[in-house]
T-cell receptor, first 113, second 114 residues
Framework: DTAVSQTPKYLVTQMGNDKSIKCEQN?????MYWYKQDSKKFLKIMFS???????INETVPNRFSPKSPDKAHLNLHINSLELGDSAVYFC????????????FGSGTRLTVV | QKEVEQNSGPLSVPEGAIASLNCTYS??????FFWYRQYSGKSPELIMF????GDKEDGRFTAQLNKASQYVSLLIRDSQPSDSATYLC??????????????FGKGTKLSVIP
């Protein structure tokens, strides 16, 4: 059983397109996150959601928008994709806001051409 | 700006040796400290966490925390080629929004030479 699942695993798209990445967790965790890992392997938090409420919104472009239909899902929508958006995007979840034991999904490698 | 600093490496050690990975953090309010391992093309995997000053051992891994020096380390004894990966240090601290945020260092790449 996959604890945190992301789809798709790979995404290649053209500049200007709009795309979505889906994330689901079956751990019963109450907080979910989106992280971006750039080509230098630096993991940076983008968003976190607790009980469908946005908690942290780092300085990411407003072209990125998280959407959480329920506690087990946190999707990431990206509008007007740019070359610089190419990266690996990781979804994660944790039981408490303290971030104990984040569990990561397998990642989505986004390539914008 | 809360920062977590790691030597990017690569750190090369011979098989069977002790690998020592180091991390410093800027926020004195940091409360929880984690080490993640990330193989190439894979997601980060939690291998150790520590909350209190001192040492914490789990098999071949030992995490060490010194809050006064704002320093956390990971020792890997009897290093194996399968330990070759990037090791990410992560720290939680209270954000301005009143919630806890996990901040990662840039990782240290470890190579264990057979």
């Amino acid at each position: 059983d996959t604890a945190v699942s992301q789809t798709p695993k790979y995404l290649v798209t053209q500049m200007g397109n709009d795309k979505s990445i889906k994330c689901e967790q079956n751990l019963g965790h109450d907080t979910m996150y989106w992280y971006k890992q750039d080509s230098k392997k630096f993991l940076k938090i983008m968003f976190s959601y607790n009980n469908k409420e946005l908690i942290i919104n780092e300085t990411v472009p407003n072209r990125f928008s998280p959407k959480s239909p329920d506690k087990a899902h946190l999707n990431l929508h990206i509008n007007s994709l740019e070359l610089g958006d190419s990266a690996v995007y990781f979804c994660a979840s944790s039981q408490e806001l303290q971030g104990y034991g984040y569990t990561f999904g397998s990642g989505t490698r986004l390539t914008v051409v | 700006q809360k920062e977590v600093e790691q030597n990017s490496g690569p750190l090369s050690v011979p098989e069977g040796a002790i690998a020592s990975l180091n991390c410093t953090y800027s926020d004195r309010g940091s409360q929880s400290f984690f080490w993640y391992r990330q193989y190439s093309g894979k997601s980060p995997e939690l291998i150790m966490f520590i909350y209190s000053n001192g040492d914490k051992e789990d098999g071949r891994f030992t995490a060490q925390l010194n809050k006064a020096s704002q320093y956390v380390s990971l020792l890997i004894r009897d290093s194996q080629p399968s330990d070759s990966a990037t090791y990410l240090c992560a720290v939680t601290a209270l954000s301005g929004a009143g919630s806890y945020q996990l901040t990662f260092g840039k990782g240290t790449k470890l190579s264990v030479i057979p």
